[in-house]
């Protein structure tokens, strides 16, 4: 139950505090799971979690329409005044503290309808959105809403656009195979380092659409070992691919996979690589959009609102889009003044802008329900989740 002598400003703030000092990674968030599990629970909800797979769903309200919010829940993993550990230094925590206020709101006000909250796992890992598209946690959903903190280039505090336009992001991973040699006898065999040096050359070879920003770059190589006389025959590399639509996207992953091909045909080498990671662009529903829009100036004003926000960042919220064409689906892009930037290990932002973010996506939550409900033709006997 809600405690009424604490402000519901102060109990998201508290949220966000406990998230913050117990951060955990992608597929390791039990404890994060068992805190929101708890909160849900005791606030009235109808709580789901899964035995092989951490992340929380919860329901309140009954019958259709049915309107979701998404909060990611993981934390990074990286080093931290000379220590690695687990860090949200990507606003997670601020994004589950925004989104329990949002219940809290809901669950003393009648509305028609349900809202499913959705606490997904490994965003950073890129693959907690197909989890729980496999869960089924779209299921009869009619809009879909996500929220992410902008840095502050992006966006300063009390400002926020409707619409994060996320670029495709893409990872390749691969090794040349080879028999080391001796430096002496460089015409025995292949050069690893030179075999990727031309795979870096080629890759500058590929030209698209330039009015759609991409790229493609080796971000990782290892080979050799600390005798400077053997020439290494093995290596290991990864390739960062980055566009900002999937068409695009498409394009470029055939085309770095043609130099890959090529590469080995040129050398006569063995090679093996495969597509390591993929997240798609955003697919933005105007209809959300104008949603989340409204929401903001009713909450902010008509001068804070921002049109959208392009990044060539990537999220798997878009995963969600991409598997439900039917889908309405928007992320409210919330400016907080954060800084130096996302995943920056001092990542600090302006807490005051949690209880903005948990009025807007109340207000365009509520706009999404009232919307449904005046539709023709509805079929309120949807409530199979």
Not at 201 to 214: C, E, F, G
Not at 254 to 265: A, G, M, P, Q, Y
Request: proline fraction near 3%; charge should be negative.
């Amino acid at each position: 139950m809600m405690d009424k002598h604490v402000s519901l400003e102060q109990r998201v703030l508290n949220f966000y505090s406990y998230f913050h000092l117990h951060p955990e990674i992608s597929w390791n968030e039990h404890g994060t799971t068992e805190y929101l599990k708890n909160i849900l629970e005791g606030s009235g909800c109808r709580v789901e979690t899964f035995e092989d797979c951490t992340g929380v769903v919860a329901e309140i309200g009954d019958g259709y329409p049915i309107v979701a919010i998404r909060a990611d829940i993981d934390a990074l993993w990286q080093e931290v005044d000379g220590e690695f550990k687990a860090n949200h230094s990507c606003g997670h925590d601020a994004h589950m503290a925004i989104v329990l206020g949002v219940m809290l709101k809901f669950i003393q006000k009648k509305f028609v309808g349900k809202i499913r909250f959705i606490f997904q796992p490994a965003e950073e890992f890129g693959q907690g959105g197909l989890k729980m598209i496999e869960k089924g946690v779209l299921e009869d959903v009619e809009y879909l809403f996500g929220l992410h903190l902008r840095p502050i280039d992006e966006l300063k505090y009390g400002k926020a656009a409707p619409s994060i336009q996320h670029g495709s992001t893409s990872s390749i991973v691969g090794k040349i195979i080879g028999p080391d040699l001796h430096g002496a006898r460089p015409h025995l065999g292949k050069n690893a380092i030179e075999v990727a040096t031309s795979l870096v050359n080629m890759l500058n070879t590929i030209h698209l659409d330039p009015a759609v920003p991409y790229s493609v770059k080796m971000t990782r190589l290892l080979a050799g070992g600390i005798n400077s006389n053997i020439i290494p025959g093995k290596a290991e590399f990864s390739l960062d691919l980055r566009a900002q639509t999937n068409e695009v996207m498409k394009s470029l992953t055939d085309s770095t996979v043609h130099i890959l091909e090529k590469v080995k045909e040129i050398y006569q080498i063995d090679m093996d690589y495969k597509i390591n990671t993929y997240l798609p662009a955003a697919t933005v529903n105007l209809t959300a959009q104008d949603f989340m829009q409204k929401a903001i100036i009713n909450i902010l004003g008509s001068e804070n609102l921002v049109t959208s926000v392009t990044t060539t960042g990537g999220d798997d919220f878009h995963f969600y889009a991409l598997n439900s064409p039917g889908l309405k689906s928007t992320m409210l892009a919330l400016g907080c003044d954060l800084q130096p930037g996302l995943h920056h290990e001092k990542m600090t932002f302006n807490l005051e802008a949690l209880n903005k973010g948990v009025l807007i996506l109340e207000n365009c939550v509520e706009l999404a329900l009232k919307s449904i409900e005046r539709s023709e033709g509805i079929d309120k006997s949807k409530n199979r989740y």
